[in-house]
């Protein structure tokens, strides 16, 4: 049984930072794509950041670029996601993603944490 757990989210300032964690359980993701999406109020969700499990490969959306970065830690099978200089179109659910498919849609979720950024 695969569980994605996530935390970290919370009300912050414009400019200000948030760490998010996702704790996999259930099974290793070793060879598989690991990551987040989001989605906004009176949007659809959409892809943020992803990693390829085994290796250093990362990539992002445009719209986080050199601002969020993600990691992971092989000990404790948990992906981060550092988010500095947040925006107010920051603001949304952020979800964790499991054998992620083409920066689309994914195999396994999160539950989701919120994230709020005040201007």
């Excluded at 050199?66 to 981060?80: E, G, P, Q």
């Excluded at 925006?87 to 659910?93: G, R, S, Y």
């Amino acid at each position: 049984h695969v569980q994605l757990v996530e935390s970290g989210g919370g009300l912050v300032q414009a400019g200000g930072s948030l760490r998010l964690s996702c704790a996999a359980s259930g099974r290793t993701f070793s060879g598989s794509a690991m990551g987040w999406f989001r989605q906004a109020p009176g949007k659809e969700r959409e892809f943020v950041a992803g990693m390829l499990w085994s290796g250093d490969i990362t990539y992002y959306a445009d719209s986080v670029k050199d601002r969020f970065t993600i990691s992971r830690d092989f000990a404790k099978n948990t992906v981060y996601l550092q988010m500095n200089s947040l925006k107010p179109e920051d603001t949304a659910v952020y979800y964790c993603a499991a054998e992620i498919h083409a920066t689309r849609t994914a195999d396994y979720w999160g539950q989701g944490t919120q994230v709020t950024v005040s201007s």
